[in-house]
Structures are given as C-alpha cells and as structure tokens.
C-alpha cells in the first residue's frame, strides 16, 4: 500500500497518522492544513511524521492550490451593477458613486440623469439617493466619510489616485489596508506596484501572490497576466488555461492571446471555438437597452464635438 493511502486511511478511520491514537472524548485529532489528507492528536505527532508526510503533503498542497486558482469565478471582480442587476463591463468606465461608494453602469446613471433632466428635479445619487455634491469640498468629505469607515472600494480608489500622484508609499498603505478587508481591485494594484518598483522593491514572489489572489476574485487583467508569466516560463498549458478562463469573461486581450496560441499549435480549434462563443456570451450578458442609448448618446456628443472643432 502506498504512503499517500496510507496517509488516506489514517485520516478516513479518524487515526492519528503517526501514532494511530483514535479520537475519543480526552484526544482531539487536527487536520493537517496544508493538504487536509491526514490528522494528529499533537504537535510532537505532527514532527515526527513529518519526513513520511512531506512528499505527498507538498504534492496534495499543489493540486489544491491550482483547484482554487482554476476554478472559474461565478462573475468578473466587478460584479453586477446594484441597479438593474446585469454584470458591469469591462470594457467601458462604469460610474463611480462617492457618497456610497457603488459602482453602477453607465445605463443606469444615464437613465437617472434623463429622468432628472425631464422631471426636472433635484440630482441625486441614482442609488442611495444622497444629493450630489456640487463642490470639491463636499466631494472630499463624502470621499474623506468612506475612508474613515474602513469602505474597502473607497480605500482602494484612493490608493489609485495617490499613484497616480506618484505618491507611491501612501498609494501601498491605501492597497494594503483595502487587501485586508477583501477588496479584489486593491490586490491587482499591489501586484502592480511589486512588479514596477513603485514605492517598494520587486519581490517576484509577491507580485505572483497578489496577482493569483487578484485573478481567483475574479480580475480578467489579472487572470491574463498570470497566463503571459506562465507563456513566457514556457509552460504553454497553463497559460492557455488562464486566458480561457480571462475569455469567458469578457476579456478581449485574453482572446487575442489564444488567437497567438491557436497559430502556434499551442491550442485545439475546439477549445479556441468554444473560448469564441463564452467570450461572446459573457459580452452580451452586459448588453440592456439602457446601456445602448447610453452609448448612442455619447456616440452623437462625440460627433458633435467633433463638428464644432473643425
């Protein structure tokens, strides 16, 4: 019998797998946390079977870190716009709320902007109806409210714009903080400064870390990325995994990787067909009559501009 099934059947019979104590009311056995495949009843236990265990620990440890960095997000790190409930796109600026800190479609802010305009009533926010603020100073405290309140959106948002200053310090403080209350967009943004060297040096390691974490909440630029580190390690598999997973999303980059792939022989036509309709499917899930007419109208004030400055 091999060692892994050993370690199996030591964990199946509630055993501890060094010593073969059975747990009962004075003996509470601990799952090994790096693999979940076997139990001890202690800390000496866990030492001495260390060196049996360490093979196979490490290799389940692995298959179950890809499971989670595989396994396809439910939606992109943006979510649904709270309003009228469709995914967000990625490929637009969506509408960025300052006294909630939502995020909603350029639709729906359309939509409510038009209703104001023809009812000609007072501007508010489209979804926790607070007035909008009519000067920098207002704007500053709702903006200075939600950080105050740990909101980690408003943290993150203000990470981006202190890098954007080239205030890099304050920009990883903001991130780091934001990471730590779960916020997806906050870890790409540390990756990026890692990788960059703004305001701290480059640890590969932690670029990889915050990227993975990025791609695994559902971030498509991340999830891309992670499969341009793995194409340029020469590990072709995988990267066409993360772009497949990326398409699915939405993602156009990620197409156009596996188009690369696709002439390389790295990817079956199949596979790169069914990437195709995902890819379409998931921009068509974005797509509402409201968000239309918001396009059409930006699309007919461009073309108005545009007259007006020749």
């Known amino acids: 019998m091999s060692e892994e099934k050993n370690d199996n059947n ?3 019979t509630s055993a ?37 265990h360490e093979e196979a620990c490490k290799k389940r440890a692995a298959e179950l870190s890809d499971e989670l960095l595989f396994r396809q997000p439910e939606s992109s790190h943006l979510g649904d716009c709270p309003i009228c409930c469709l995914p967000l796109q990625l490929d637009t600026t969506n509408k960025n709320l300052m006294c909630c800190s939502k995020v909603i479609c350029k639709g729906c802010n359309y939509a409510n902007q038009v209703r104001e305009a023809v009812g000609k009533l007072q501007r508010k926010c489209p979804f926790c109806r607070a007035a909008i603020p009519s000067s920098k100073e207002e704007v500053d405290k709702y903006r200075m409210k939600r950080i105050e309140a740990n909101d980690p959106v ?34 790409y943004q540390l990756a990026l400064l890692y990788n960059y060297e703004h305001g701290v040096e480059k640890v590969m390691g932690k670029v990889i870390h915050h990227t993975e974490e990025a791609a695994i909440g559902g971030h498509p630029d991340a999830r891309y990325n992670i499969g341009v580190v793995e194409w340029n390690n020469g590990d072709s598999e995988r990267a066409v995994k993360h772009w497949i997973i990326a398409a699915s999303q939405g993602h156009d980059l990620s197409i156009k990787a596996l188009l690369n792939a696709f002439k390389r022989g790295m990817i079956i036509k199949d596979e790169l067909a069914a990437a195709l309709r995902a890819h379409q499917a998931a921009v068509d899930a974005t797509r509402s009559p409201q968000r239309e007419r918001e396009r059409a109208a930006e699309y007919h004030q461009t073309e108005r501009n545009f007259v007006f400055s020749l």
């Not at 139990?39 to 236990?45: A, Q, T, V």
Request: hydrophobic share 30%; aromatic share 6%; net charge negative.
């Open 16 to 52: 501890c797998a060094s010593c073969g104590s059975a747990e009962v009311d004075e003996v509470k056995l601990v799952t090994c946390t790096n693999c979940d495949l076997v139990r001890y009843c202690s800390n000496s236990c866990l030492l001495d079977h260390k060196s049996q």
């Open 154 to 187: 408003a943290l993150h948002r203000e990470g981006r714009s202190e890098d954007k200053k080239g205030n890099y310090i304050k920009a990883f403080e903001y991130f780091t903080k934001a990471v730590e209350l779960g916020d997806v967009e906050a870890h």
């Open 10 to 12: 030591a964990a199946g």
